[in-house]
């Protein structure tokens, strides 16, 4: 069933659980993420990020495929189709597209320019019947070309932006995206801290979700994070399944070369990816 993200994000925040986000690439990272939500009764965020959308041809596609497969899977849970780190003209061909769901990216603008933006993003959103993410200090790392430094967000400007009525928000507090350095300095919780008691009920996500340890998940999902993204690490655990298959030499075994068989493997250890992910924070069983 594929819904806003608001009430689901709602929910998770006043239920003390987070919704995950799992970031799409093709039909196989989508099928595996809506028949895990379904199977587990959870509710899912699909992502697609501007470079995803482009790989996939367009957003007009990516919306048709998700409708499609949700429907032809019978998925009953909700699933928001969401635009992951949007620009500006990257929301409104979502908007148009047909997503249920869009993020505005305007953390490297001035805040005023990201205020003004942001608003106006917020107004169409809800009048379409969307939910919006908006973000303040950047993500760390890289992710499909949108490069950040990984700063802390300042908590009054997360409170300026929550209270332009967005439905959730981004805010950096040493996340970073892709892998996390050896010398990583972990989350910054007393900015986490800070954050929501300015934010109040606002569903806060947490970006770079790939490697974060347990404890400091569920930590930051007691200070407020209803929302947790994760990118890399399906794209790891599909890159590791598929070499095992290969380097065990099933692709030349009767028809292994059949791409219904080579990308089996994968496929399945999205699954399990995402079924320990949503385990963790806590999901399951949140859509019966
Ligand atoms: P990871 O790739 O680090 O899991 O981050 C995902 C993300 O934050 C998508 O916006």
Same mark, same amino acid.
């Given at each position: ?8 994000? $709602? ?16 039909? $196989? ?45 019978? *998925? ?7 635009? +992951? ?16 769901? *869009? ?20 107004? *169409? ?28 967000? +300042?908590?009054? $400007? ?8 967005? +439905? ?32 109040? +009920? ?87």
């Amino acid at each position: 069933m594929l819904v806003s993200a608001k009430e689901m994000l $709602e929910k998770a925040k006043a239920g003390h659980y987070a919704v995950g986000q799992f970031n799409i690439n093709n039909l $196989e990272w989508t099928k595996s993420i809506l028949l895990t939500a379904q199977e587990l009764k959870s509710p899912v965020i699909l992502g697609v990020s501007e470079g995803a959308g482009k790989y996939m041809t367009g957003f007009k596609t990516v919306a048709a495929m998700v409708k499609a497969m949700d429907e032809e899977l019978g *998925i009953t849970v909700p699933v928001a189709l969401h635009l +992951d780190h949007g620009t500006y003209e990257g929301c409104y061909k979502c908007i148009k597209a047909g997503f249920t769901s *869009i993020m505005f990216d305007g953390s490297h603008y001035p805040i005023e320019e990201n205020v003004a933006k942001t608003t106006e993003l917020v107004n *169409i959103a809800h009048a379409m019947g969307m939910s919006i993410e908006a973000e303040v200090g950047a993500i760390g790392g890289e992710e499909d070309g949108v490069v950040g430094t990984g700063e802390c967000a +300042d908590p009054a $400007e997360c409170k300026m932006i929550a209270d332009l009525g967005v +439905d959730m928000l981004a805010a950096g507090i040493g996340n970073i995206h892709g892998k996390y350095p050896a010398n990583w300095a972990g989350l910054s919780f007393d900015t986490l801290d800070a954050i929501q008691q300015k934010t109040g +009920d606002m569903p806060l996500v947490l970006h770079g979700g790939t490697g974060i340890p347990a404890d400091m998940i569920k930590k930051a999902i007691s200070l407020g994070v209803a929302k947790i993204n994760v990118n890399t690490e399906c794209q790891l655990s599909f890159q590791e399944a598929t070499r095992k298959y290969i380097e065990a030499g099933k692709d030349l075994e009767g028809k292994g070369f059949d791409p219904r068989k080579l990308l089996a493997p994968g496929a399945e250890a999205i699954k399990a990816t995402v079924k320990e992910k949503m385990e963790l924070f806590g999901s399951v069983g949140k859509a019966e």
